[in-house]
């Protein structure tokens, strides 16, 4: 049964011993094949959002709930993500730069669907753009490899695909209009 206090302490044992997301894949794919044990613990998702469950230098956990139909433009992390769904799809289109434009622009370079009980790994430079594809909330857990708040990052025009600083405010906005297009069902 999925425990929150040990899934944190897990976590954090394991960037201990190794910073690599190695380990952690491990325990995140472990925790999300218990997706109700996940679900109990951490509540049933009833509004998009991103919340923190735990922060670190060096490791950040998140329960990051997306919006029905939900999309959040191209962006990086600097740090490698490992990604377990607890409930619900998300779909993932990866990018990679191009040396027109400087380097600033990028082209979609594939994809990978992941679904309840499935767990991925993002490496430290890759650029990915994320879409909730069905018309519900889908619950992630959601465990970066360093201080996810603190990091600089950049984000894409998802029309143009000129690169820009990662804008968080936008982001946020992006969940709560998720959140109000939720309330208007």
């Keep these: 049964m999925f425990d929150l206090d040990r899934f944190i302490a897990?976590?954090?044992d394991a960037i201990a011993e190794d910073s690599s997301h190695k380990t952690v894949r491990e325990i995140v794919a472990?925790?999300?094949s218990d997706h109700a044990g996940v679900t109990r613990a951490l509540g049933e998702p009833t509004r998009a959002g991103l919340t923190p469950i735990y922060k670190s230098p060096n490791l950040t956990i998140l329960n990051l709930v997306w919006g029905p139909m939900m999309t959040l433009q191209p962006h990086d992390h600097h740090m490698w993500a490992c990604i377990g769904i607890y409930g619900g799809r998300e779909d993932n289109i990866f990018w990679r730069r191009i040396t027109e434009g400087g380097g600033h622009?990028?082209?979609?370079?594939?994809a990978k669907a992941i679904?309840?009980?499935d767990c991925t790994v993002l490496g430290r430079d890759i650029i990915h753009s994320v879409t909730n594809p069905i018309p519900r909330l889908t619950g992630a857990l959601h465990v970066y490899g360093g201080d996810f708040f603190a990091?600089?990052?950049s984000e894409w025009d998802p029309e143009t695909l000129e690169e820009g600083p990662y804008d968080s405010a936008k982001v946020i906005q992006r969940f709560e209009a998720a959140n109000d297009m939720l309330a208007r069902r």
């Design 30 to 32: 472990r925790a999300v």
């Design 10 to 12: 897990d976590c954090r």
């Design 105 to 110: 622009r990028i082209e979609a370079a594939g």
């Design 115 to 117: 679904g309840t009980g």
């Design 151 to 153: 990091a600089h990052r």
